[in-house]
């Protein structure tokens, strides 16, 4: 073959790898459009009557270059919320028109995409209602109290065309009035403006009679819109919250939006993270004791803190995404473990909990992971890929095969960051791997990867962290807390409860059933027969109840045998199981005795007070 061809050759190669993406890049862009020459796209959405749950949504598309047939997708998830949800099931009274009110050709070619034969026209108008009953954080709900909703879960796009920019216009009911965190258009009474798709599906509205108030940190407003009745002081929430985005605007620098927005609906409890907003649920009479409204602030500075890390601070395939499929990852570890992490770190430096309370929860969660089997089945990348399939959709054998990329996360990033912090004689911490990501990656327009993210923290260690990322974060290992605890004079302790007797099956009592919820892999239970779903009758032919199960026991010791009694799909079988011997109980993070200076310099440093043993 010619030299001068195989040149060409090469170059043909370079140009076409060059042009190709990857499924997911290559659904968001559709087709390259240049910026000056997009459709301009308005949504009008309505609420007439309220008691049906129907949110009505008018779509107008005015593009000089319409196909003859254009694509429109419903997304079928919320982002931060990694479960597929199908949205378009709600979607109903489906129509398209032209401007004079014309009936336009549409087929439906998918689960969640509508076709529209423009005919070459300009301009065409679609109108649809969607069913709206269902509050969280990530789904919508109208009723006679309000209106909220998740544009992702009630929107349409051009296929294409995520890149357009957007307008929205809400006609509330009655005298509602409209939050968002989405810019007002200038003139136009409650209508607003998003540069593209991505920002508008990540922007949540609230429509009602809401309270409302504002602060200010660093000179930037932060609003609370707040619906519902309880046990809240919302003067109290303002002040404090505003102490908890300074502690996170302390580890960058800075605030990273122009403003912010905080939607609190009193039902339920959870929340999700958005660009410029967070959209909240707490049960209405959640704020007392203190202890509840401790929780209540944590909830706030986990949702908060997104605004850096997940928002901006982007893992690999999380932005732009793709909304009609799957966007695996394995750093939600990072994305929400970090994140949880964080939550505490915040309060601690806010002066909400004291260095003992944060050291209680931390041990709180290694007791609770130390309870599940699953550790040895599933690594945090693991669960983080396999988000998508498992962690919405637990069963009774989750705890045998699965571990929260929440929990476990904020674990081994609150133990990364005592390592970083050990390793670099203080000098640095997990503070300077995410100032560096927001730096280096955000601002650089870059998304991260789980070797960038190693990377980084061995650069803020000083050294080689290969063995711990193995370990704990690809690999299934035990951790051994105390080699990282013990460089900061702590040590992990249990309660040894091996001479008591232990079945160790998890039971719920209903009523006067005592049912199996789930069994533990290595429980006496376990080995010995019982299953999920069994209700318990008796032991040794006793009515059995919970209470009477834990005194009975009482009296028992490791090694005894006893009969169990159990319904089986309705059938009577009886179990001889043999006790084995209860796993530690309550752990806790204590001082070792007579902490070298090293020791009581980095506990010092962390704490802001001095380590006493």
Not at 231 to 242: E, G, R
Not at 450 to 469: N, T
Request: with cysteine; net charge neutral; proline share 4%.
């Amino acid at each position: 073959m010619k030299k001068g061809f195989c040149l060409f050759l090469i170059l043909i190669t370079i140009f076409v790898m060059h042009k190709r993406v990857d499924a997911q890049r290559a659904y968001n862009k559709g087709f390259q459009v240049k910026a000056d020459n997009l459709p301009d796209i308005e949504f009008v959405i309505s609420m007439s009557k309220p008691w049906t749950h129907l949110l009505e949504v008018e779509m107008r598309i005015f593009y000089d270059k319409m196909p003859s047939k254009l694509e429109l997708v419903m997304p079928v998830w919320t982002p931060g919320s990694y479960l597929i949800r199908e949205y378009a099931r709600h979607v109903q009274d489906f129509n398209a028109e032209d401007k004079q009110g014309k009936p336009l050709p549409w087929r439906k070619i998918n689960k969640n995409t509508w076709q529209v034969d423009t005919a070459g026209l300009k301009e065409f108008f679609v109108r649809y209602k969607v069913y709206a009953n269902e509050l969280t954080v990530r789904t919508n709900e109208l009723n006679s109290e309000h209106a909220f909703w998740n544009n992702s879960a009630l929107l349409l796009h051009p296929k294409g065309f995520l890149n357009a920019p957007v307008k929205v216009k809400v006609i509330p009911y009655s005298n509602w009035k409209v939050a968002t965190a989405l810019p007002s258009v200038q003139g136009e009474n409650n209508t607003f403006y998003a540069e593209n798709f991505d920002i508008l599906y990540d922007s949540p509205f609230e429509v009602s009679d809401f309270k409302e108030i504002s602060f200010e940190v660093r000179g930037v407003i932060h609003r609370w819109v707040v619906t519902g009745e309880g046990n809240y002081d919302l003067k109290k929430i303002a002040k404090d919250s505003a102490k908890l985005v300074e502690e996170s605007a302390k580890i960058f620098g800075e605030l990273p939006y122009k403003n912010y927005l905080f939607i609190l609906n009193l039902r339920g409890r959870g929340g999700l993270e958005h660009l410029d907003s967070t959209a909240l649920q707490w049960d209405r009479f959640g704020f007392k004791p203190s202890s509840r409204y401790i929780d209540f602030l944590s909830l706030v500075a986990h949702e908060h803190f997104h605004a850096w890390n997940v928002k901006r601070i982007r893992p690999d395939a999380l932005g732009p995404f793709d909304y009609s499929n799957e966007n695996y990852t394995k750093l939600l570890w990072v994305a929400e473990g970090a994140t949880s992490y964080y939550e505490n770190v915040i309060l601690l430096r806010a002066g909400f909990i004291s260095p003992k309370q944060f050291l209680e929860g931390r041990a709180q969660q290694i007791e609770a992971l130390q309870s599940r089997p699953g550790r040895f089945q599933t690594s945090l990348e693991e669960a983080s890929f396999d988000a998508w399939i498992k962690y919405y959709r637990q069963d009774e054998n989750s705890i045998n095969n699965q571990i929260s990329y929440y929990d476990k996360g904020e674990i081994v990033n609150f133990l990364l960051d005592l390592k970083i912090r050990a390793s670099s004689n203080g000098e640095k911490s997990l503070d300077d791997v995410f100032v560096y990501l927001y730096n280096e990656f955000y601002k650089k327009g870059k998304n991260y990867t789980p070797g960038d993210y190693q990377r980084i923290c061995e650069i803020m260690a000083g050294k080689s962290l290969e063995d711990f990322f193995a370990k704990y974060v690809r690999g299934k290992d035990e951790i051994d807390y105390d080699s990282i605890l013990n460089e900061f004079g702590l040590k992990l302790v249990k309660s040894n409860r091996d001479t008591e007797a232990f079945i160790g099956a998890n039971l719920s009592q209903q009523g006067e059933r005592l049912n199996v919820t789930n069994v533990p892999t290595g429980t006496p239970a376990y080995e010995y027969g019982l299953n999920a779903g069994d209700q318990i009758v008796a032991i040794d032919g006793y009515r059995a109840s919970q209470q009477f199960l834990q005194d009975y026991l009482s009296e028992k010791k490791p090694g005894d045998k006893i009969k169990l009694t159990v319904f089986r799909f309705d059938r009577l079988i009886d179990l001889d199981v043999t006790l084995g011997s209860r796993p530690p109980g309550r752990y806790r993070i204590v001082p070792i005795e007579k902490p070298n200076e090293r020791q009581q310099t980095l506990y010092r440093n962390y704490f802001g007070e001095n380590l006493i043993s």
